[in-house]
């Protein structure tokens, strides 16, 4: 079984990584080229919800591949509701949302979800979805009232193109370059040893989170808290990319 994974902190990967299977970076496969995707047993994809949609690499890579298996299946984490996309097309057989560690720091103080996790029963519902895929069960979730309210405001209000301007760089930077090689974009560069974030920005909070000297910044942002999944390492998010530097 192959399963795509798109993460930024770690939440998808670790729920990849429970469902077992051999792990394929959404980011790695746009820059492949690969066409159709084979899998006797079954193919999935794990990835998080940008503002009520599939994060943008994984909607492009959906919509250049064809996926041949048996079994389709698609699980979102996601912190309070999947919105619509559990209705993403795509034929899937299977699609559950889990949720999780909400890290969208402009809305949420990270801090107080990271307490308040233990409340979602994240293992509980992990163990279900993992039991679920095991015997190729076939369950579409159907969006809550809230999640459709939810869908409806995203929509009518999305997130402004702007918003990346609204990112800073304290001094605290080393020049590192982490956040340039974790961005599933390409979208930082570094000018005189300084990240620069362009207009192309999901969001995401790849660099945010995982700067080692927390130096990102957001104009608004709710708390100063950084999150990456305790299962997961920076140098696994960097993989998911091929930007781990060989020793």
């Known amino acids: 079984m192959k ?5 930024t902190t770690g939440n998808s990967l670790a729920v990849a990584r429970a469902i077992g299977g051999e792990l394929l970076s959404v980011v790695g496969l746009l820059g492949s080229g690969v066409g159709v995707l084979r899998d006797d047993d079954g193919v999935g994809v794990v990835c998080p919800v940008y503002f009520g949609e599939l994060p943008l690499p994984v909607s492009e890579l959906l919509s250049r591949i064809v996926i ?17 996309a559990v209705r993403a097309s795509g034929g899937w057989d299977y699609v559950r949302s889990i949720l999780m560690v909400d890290n969208y720091f402009p809305m ?8 308040g996790v233990g409340q979602k029963r994240v293992d509980e519902h992990l163990a279900e979805i993992c039991a679920d895929i095991s015997m190729r069960r076939r369950f579409v979730e159907s969006p809550t009232v809230f999640g459709r309210l939810a869908g409806w405001w995203m929509r009518c209000f999305p997130l402004r193109s702007d918003a990346y301007r609204r990112f800073y760089v304290e001094d605290s930077c080393s020049g590192c370059g982490i956040c340039a090689r974790l961005c599933p974009v390409g979208n930082i560069v570094l000018l005189n040893g300084r990240p620069m ?6 969001i995401c909070g790849a660099c945010y989170h995982n700067c080692p000297s927390a130096a990102v ?11 990456r999944h305790p299962g997961v390492s920076l ?3 960097m993989s998911q990319s091929g930007s781990v530097e060989k020793e």
Do not use: H, N, W
Request: charged share 20%; with cysteine.
């Open 3 to 7: 399963i795509l994974y798109f993460t």
């Open 68 to 84: 041949d298996a048996p079994y389709r299946f698609l699980v979102l984490t996601c912190g309070s509701t999947p919105a619509m």
């Open 108 to 115: 949420f103080d990270v801090g107080e979800q990271i307490a």
């Open 197 to 202: 974030i362009g207009e192309g920005c999901l």
């Open 217 to 227: 910044r957001y104009k608004g942002e709710k708390s100063r808290v950084q999150y």
């Open 235 to 237: 140098v696994d998010i």
